[in-house]
């Protein structure tokens, strides 16, 4: 079945650059996401890349894409402390009916 | 303008009990999700209403069954829960296939004592 896979914990200073990965098994899914979860809430989109795209910029937040590595990244510049939260990668499945989640990252930003 | 409701928020259930978590959603989705979550584990899908009358099985159905009672709302039952099942729950809906985005709830957290 599809398989996503993040790295657990991320630690960075405030004002630096976090860059978060992903690696993903079916690359069928048209979108890809990234999904921002707070203390004690749910998950909210944050970003999500058009499969035919390399690279997309939404202010702070850069996200690339390269599929022949099925590889996905989220860069965040000039981090901030309520930055702070754990980061989902998703796909959908094949049959485009689910997303499949990654088991999270965790940001911690430390001032 | 609600998006996705769940209730209960919170719950401590008996082993051996059962109950039923309730999610609701107003802005006419065609598809609903039941996700739990687990320390080190991510989010995990329990079980998916891609339309209204259908329901599938995800990565994690065993001891869970669901009702796509209506269009709006998905319901997730426990018939007789375990330890094991102690997590907090999501739901979640989607407009359609190729949605870019899905919709989550605040959660239900259930301890199985």
């Known amino acids: 079945g599809e398989d996503v896979e993040q790295s657990l914990f991320l630690s960075v200073r405030e004002g630096d650059s976090s860059v978060i990965n992903c690696t993903y098994t079916?690359?069928?899914?048209?979108?890809l996401y990234w999904y921002k979860q707070e203390p004690g809430a749910g998950l909210q989109l944050l970003t999500y890349?058009?499969?035919?795209?390399d690279m997309k910029q939404d202010q702070r937040l850069t996200v690339l894409l390269n599929k022949k590595d099925k590889h996905l990244s989220l860069r965040i510049a000039d981090t901030q402390t309520g930055d702070s939260a754990i980061y989902f990668c998703?796909?959908?499945?094949?049959?485009?009916?689910?997303?499949?989640f990654g088991k999270g990252t965790t940001l911690s930003v430390s001032s | 303008n609600a998006g996705v409701t769940q209730t209960p928020k919170f719950q401590v259930l008996k082993t051996g009990q059962s109950m039923t978590l309730q999610c609701a959603q107003d802005?006419?989705?065609?598809?609903m999700y039941w996700y739990r979550q687990d320390p080190g584990m991510g989010l995990r899908l329990i079980y998916y209403?891609?339309?209204?009358?259908?329901?599938d099985k995800g990565e994690v159905p065993n001891g869970y069954n669901v009702s796509r009672l209506n269009k709006r709302e998905f319901s997730l039952r426990l018939e007789s829960a375990a330890p094991s099942q102690t997590s907090v729950y999501f739901c979640?809906?989607?407009?359609?296939?190729?949605?870019?985005?899905?919709?989550f709830g605040q959660g239900t957290r259930l301890t199985v004592v």
């Open positions: 979640a809906s989607r407009g359609s296939r190729g949605s870019t985005e899905a919709f």
């Open positions: 079916d690359s069928s899914s048209t979108y």
């Open positions: 890349i058009f499969s035919n795209m």
């Open positions: 998703a796909t959908a499945n094949q049959a485009g009916t689910a997303l499949i």
């Open positions: 802005m006419n989705h065609n598809s």
């Open positions: 209403s891609a339309s209204e009358g259908t329901t």
